[in-house]
C-alpha cells in the first residue's frame, strides 16, 4: 500500500479522485492518521450534499464519534488498479527488480520502488509532472 506521503505527492499533483466503494483512505493531521478506512456501502459510504460536494459518512461503526467529512479532508490511497487505470495507454510493462518492482512507460522511462502499488505511484506521479 502506498503511504500517506507518496499519496500527498499524488493528490497535490493533480490526481482526481471521485470517491467509490472500495476505496482506501486515511484522515491525516489528527489521531485518526494512522488508521486506513475502507469506503463499504454498508459501513462507510459517500454521500453528494449540496453546492457540489461530497462528505464520507461513517454508519454504525466504531467510530461512533466521527459521523460524516468532507471528502476533501481525506486522503485517498489509490489502489493497484486504480494506479495502472491512471497511465492508461502509457503503460508498458511491470517487472520484477531486486528489492522491488519497475513500471516502464511508453516514453521508456522507469520508475522503481519497493513494491509493484508504489512503482505504479511513482509512474503516475513522472506523467502527471509531465503536464
Avoid at 18 to 23: I, K
Avoid at 58 to 65: K, L, M, S, Y
Avoid at 92 to 117: F, K, M, N, Q, Y
Wanted: aromatic share 6%; charged share 25%.
Amino acid at each position: 500500500m502506498i503511504d500517506a506521503e507518496l499519496a500527498t505527492r499524488l493528490r497535490t499533483a493533480g490526481l482526481a479522485w471521485r470517491p467509490g466503494s472500495g476505496d482506501r483512505f486515511t484522515i491525516p493531521g489528527g489521531e485518526l492518521a494512522e488508521d486506513v478506512f475502507v469506503i463499504a456501502e454498508m459501513v462507510i459510504e459517500i454521500q453528494d450534499v449540496p453546492g457540489g460536494s461530497s462528505v464520507v459518512k461513517f454508519n454504525g461503526t466504531t467510530e461512533w464519534a466521527l459521523d460524516s467529512i468532507e471528502h476533501t479532508r481525506v486522503l485517498w490511497l489509490p489502489r493497484e488498479d486504480q494506479l495502472r487505470d491512471a497511465l492508461g495507454d502509457r503503460f508498458d510493462a511491470l517487472t520484477a527488480v531486486p528489492g522491488g518492482c519497475a513500471v516502464t512507460l511508453t516514453d521508456g522511462s522507469r520508475h522503481l520502488d519497493i513494491d509493484a502499488e508504489r512503482a505504479y505511484a511513482r509512474a503516475v506521479l513522472h506523467l502527471l509532472d509531465e503536464r
